[in-house]
């Protein structure tokens, strides 16, 4: 009989306007009888290991030695004294891995500006969706309003826009993050929104989402389908407004075994290209592995909107979409994209036409999640129940008034475990907590990933990795080189 590891650290909980009390949540599903940590070096062997550090100093420390060693070979020479400065930020970076790492980033890249160009204005601007407070919230959370000297502004989609003439038309970004005279992009490279941009120009995304006006984010999400939506940001970017102000761009490279380094370039086309061979090497055999699993009982425990929880680098929304690649671009259509989630509720099914949500996704439990992102979709579709607390969370969100009238509630988190695992027939389980480097699971369920992991590893490594490059221009060699290069540098 073999050693179960100790369940994995999840995500604190956070105190944010999205969120209920830290005090109101009971339990965390990593408390479970039962539950077990499942890391990615346990599944795939040699998978590339991530950096070292476990407290917020450290990974401050490490990331801030990372980030200086990556600007080396950055041309900061268009900056002037006298010159502004935006440094443009996504919200989604603030939350990856407790946002330390990407916060450090920040602050490196000002510092750095301020010593090698003698610049001083420098603002920062940190772009967000839907919920319009979350990076107010970050700003204080990390005293980036006292670093920047006041010049820390959090932008929404609603604020007033800077019309930009592309190929498309005149799209509009926000004035705010362009009303300096340079910008460099700080971003990360995580699988979010995989159903969209489908690792094929994910870099460029923040130009049509973080840094743009409510009508241009409406075309990304609403005009254009998958594989087409990330065609505006790369417009946007091309744009001679933008090509302008442009100096770098600035990664946060972050895999399923944690946060794996920086890098940063001058050319975001030549970035972006590379970013695709790391994030196929990095997320492609976990991917196809998560695709094999049969059933689950899939546990939401982390202070974020439902698709967007992760552990282990991969999100909810990842594997609400498995049983399709993703990856594999001859695929037309993954099972939630925006025309999903406007489709299915109240009409008739269109499974013909669009794919289901994983069928293997025999039950979701929701511990903790955010309000402010509209969630209804997913009880709709799914057997769903709320715990405690989180049923009110549901309730008193105004994007979300439907949702508990299609989801049970439990009163807490052990009896609405029990009632699904008998009405799912199955005690496969598997959490969505922030777990950094893998992720909790029942027992049943690690003995299961451990039985699919070798097949997944082989199918990427002979058939899927060749045909990912092959559609996105890639040789085998090139890839190979990258990743050796990454591999080289001392963590």
């Given amino acids: 009989m073999r050693e ?8 604190p909980a956070r105190v ?10 009971a339990m965390r599903a990593a408390e479970l009888p039962g539950m077990t940590g499942m890391v990615i070096s346990d599944l795939f062997t040699g998978s590339d290991t991530s950096m070292r550090g476990k407290t917020a100093e450290e990974i401050r420390a490490n990331t801030k030695g990372l980030t200086l060693k990556a600007l080396e070979n950055i041309d900061f020479s268009k900056i002037q004294p006298g010159d502004s400065v935006n440094l443009l930020t996504s919200h989604h970076g603030y939350s990856i891995y407790g946002g330390e790492a990407y916060v450090e980033i920040i602050r490196t890249v000002k510092d750095e500006i301020e010593r090698r160009c003698g610049a001083v204005d420098i603002r920062l601007r940190a772009g967000v969706g839907l919920r319009f407070a979350e990076t107010q919230e970050y700003i204080k959370k990390f005293g980036l309003g006292e670093y920047f000297k006041g010049k820390a502004l959090a932008t929404a989609p609603v604020d007033p826009g800077v019309p930009i003439e592309t190929e498309l038309g005149t799209l509009y970004g926000i004035k705010a993050a362009y009303d300096a005279k340079w910008i460099i992009h700080i971003h990360n490279n995580d699988v979010r929104e995989l159903h969209y941009h489908r690792q094929l120009g994910r870099l460029f995304k923040p130009f049509a989402m973080s840094y743009a006006t409510i009508e241009t984010r409406s075309s990304y999400h609403q005009s254009m389908g998958p594989r087409a939506a990330n065609l505006i940001a790369r417009c946007i970017f091309e744009s001679d407004y933008i090509q302008g102000k442009y100096v770098c761009g600035v990664m946060l ?3 399923p075994a944690g946060m794996m380094g920086i ?7 030549r970035q972006d290209r590379r970013f695709s061979v790391y994030n196929l090497t990095w997320y492609g055999k976990l991917l196809t592995l998560l695709s094999k699993i049969d059933k689950a009982i899939l546990i939401i425990d982390y202070p974020g909107p439902l698709p967007y929880t992760t552990a282990g680098g991969i999100l ?5 979409n498995a049983t399709i690649d993703e990856l594999d671009l001859d695929v037309p259509t993954p099972p939630f994209t925006r025309y999903t989630d406007m489709l299915y509720p109240g009409r008739e099914p269109i499974y013909s036409r669009l794919p289901p949500p994983n069928p293997a996704i025999r039950g979701l439990l929701v511990n903790y999640s955010s309000n ?9 579709q799914l057997p769903v129940v709320a715990v405690g607390e989180q049923a009110n969370v549901f309730r008193h969100c105004p994007q979300n008034k439907l949702f ?12 609405a475990l029990d009632f699904l695992q008998k009405a799912a027939d199955t005690r496969q389980v598997l959490v969505f907590d922030g ?7 029942s027992r049943e369920m690690a003995d299961k990933m451990l039985e699919l992991a070798p097949g997944a590893s082989k199918e990427v490594d002979e058939t899927l990795m060749p045909l990912w490059l092959k559609q996105r221009g890639i040789s085998e060699t090139e890839a190979k080189e990258w990743m050796a290069d990454i591999r080289a540098l001392d963590r």
């Fill in 404 to 415: 508990m009238d299609y989801a049970l509630e439990a009163a807490d988190l052990p009896a």
């Fill in 253 to 255: 490279q972050v895999g």
């Fill in 4 to 11: 179960y590891r100790a369940p994995l650290a999840p995500t």
């Fill in 372 to 380: 402010g992102y509209p969630g209804t979709f997913f009880a709709q």
């Fill in 316 to 320: 909810f929304g990842n594997f609400l």
């Fill in 16 to 25: 944010s306007t999205y969120n209920m009390p830290p005090e109101k949540l």
């Fill in 435 to 441: 777990a950094v480097g893998g992720f909790n699971v």
């Fill in 263 to 269: 890098d940063a370039d001058n050319d975001l086309v």
